[in-house]
């Protein structure tokens, strides 16, 4: 009897182990906003200026909060962020030195706060550059550097007289249901489906048959249905209600997928492609997600950011073999964000400062996993101009 009691104590010990060790419920998941990758600008949120090669939370945003949540500035301090939440209120933090966190000052902030004064806001983009755009009850306000008169408010700044810290007008636009800002210009698309753009036009990004640069927006001649718009860092995507994409811009990498090198001053059609449901840039690369969930991505591939398992650039849409069910992208400079309706987040591209979110900071012209099937997230984001990533 006493051996038998020893036993009996021992299975229950066992058990009482092995149910601390593995409990009957899995832990709740992570509700925040997750980012990772560079952090020099203060850009992941979470009060530090250190890289992180595996996704952390950003101080005090629940995800559930977050309508919609953008990345910006360049591969530097002045890398920042935007979160619309969902009562119609903007948060920023990161790198501030051109005023691109809104809040009336050039000082960086390592989490989020408050973008005085702006509410009611419907749509937001944190642009390549250090700037931003937001929607307002159909109106665009702007602000940080306006060197090329990407703000659309009838100047031009040099950053050397100083930015906007504080939201600024764009003049003449009204009916706005969305914007895109790239890494020297703006794009908006009117609920009429006309898309408008200004700012600089070295490579013909604002679609208007020139190379002149604007302070004011001007319609894209000849675009109509437009149902989304996305800006590259200087070329430009619209995506019709057809479901088919036009293009124009800048075009050394073959982001416009029309088969060639050729810049483009106004829009033309990316080749070989119907049935998208969702249009997203990179820095130099364009990418497609069909109606069936699956990728289509062109342009710039020098760091595998393509997905196709090469470093060649593309001049028309090649498949990202092995990747399905994926209901949101997001393209960086060099590396690229996938979620899938399991809820995972793939990555791939370059993963010098981590981007990737894999704990390494080997690159990979392959999906990697950041998060497991089950996370929570269900959109991801990324500045086409540096090295961070975001899921929430």
């Known amino acids: 009897m006493r051996h038998l009691s020893f036993a009996r104590a021992a299975v229950a010990a066992a058990v009482a182990v092995a149910a601390w060790a593995a409990p009957a419920h899995p832990a709740p998941r992570d509700a925040r906003v997750r980012a990772w990758g560079l952090n020099v600008g203060g850009q992941l949120g979470n009060g530090t ?4 090669t595996t996704p952390g939370s950003v101080t005090g945003i629940a995800r559930g909060d977050v309508r919609e949540l953008s990345a910006g500035g360049f591969n530097s301090d002045l890398s920042f962020a935007l979160a619309l939440l969902t009562d119609g ?14 809040n009336g000052t050039t000082a960086s902030r390592g989490f989020p706060a408050a973008v005085a004064g702006l509410s009611g806001v419907s749509s937001v983009s944190a642009a390549g550059g250090p700037f931003a755009l937001a929607v307002r009850g159909g109106r665009v306000l702007a602000w940080g550097t306006n060197a090329y008169g ?9 950053d050397a007289e100083g930015p906007a810290t504080r939201p600024v007008a764009v003049q003449s636009l009204n009916r706005v249901k969305a914007v895109s800002g790239g890494c020297e210009h703006s794009v908006a698309l009117r609920e009429d489906g006309t898309v408008w753009t200004w700012g600089r036009n070295r490579f013909g990004q604002l679609g208007d048959g020139t190379t002149t640069d604007r302070n004011t927006p001007r319609r894209v001649p000849g675009l109509g249905d437009v149902v989304a718009v996305e800006a590259g860092c ?3 995507l619209a995506l019709t209600a057809e479901g088919t994409v036009k293009s124009w811009g800048h075009n050394t990498n073959g982001q416009l997928g029309d088969d060639s090198t050729e810049h483009r001053r106004t829009p033309v059609d990316v080749t070989h492609l119907d049935g998208v449901a969702k249009i997203r840039t ?7 997600v069909l109606d069936d969930g699956t990728v289509r991505a062109w342009g710039w591939n020098g760091q595998g950011q393509l997905g196709d398992g090469g470093t060649v650039d593309r001049t028309t849409p090649v498949p990202v073999p092995g990747l399905s069910d994926v209901q949101d992208l997001a393209g960086g400079w060099q590396h690229t964000l996938a979620v899938l309706s399991d809820q995972s987040v793939l990555a791939w591209g370059n993963n010098s400062n981590g981007q990737l979110g894999n704990g390494t900071t080997d690159s990979s012209p392959t999906p990697v996993t950041a998060l497991p099937a089950g996370s929570g997230a269900t959109r991801v984001a990324a500045s086409v101009a540096n090295k961070s990533s975001y899921a929430y």
């Open 282 to 288: 990179g820095a130099y690369q364009s990418h497609a």
């Open 49 to 52: 200026t250190l890289d992180q």
């Open 150 to 158: 990407q703000l659309g408010n009838g100047v031009t700044t040099p």
């Open 89 to 102: 209120t903007v948060l920023s933090w990161g790198g501030n030195t051109s005023g691109q966190l809104g």
């Open 234 to 236: 200087l070329h430009t």
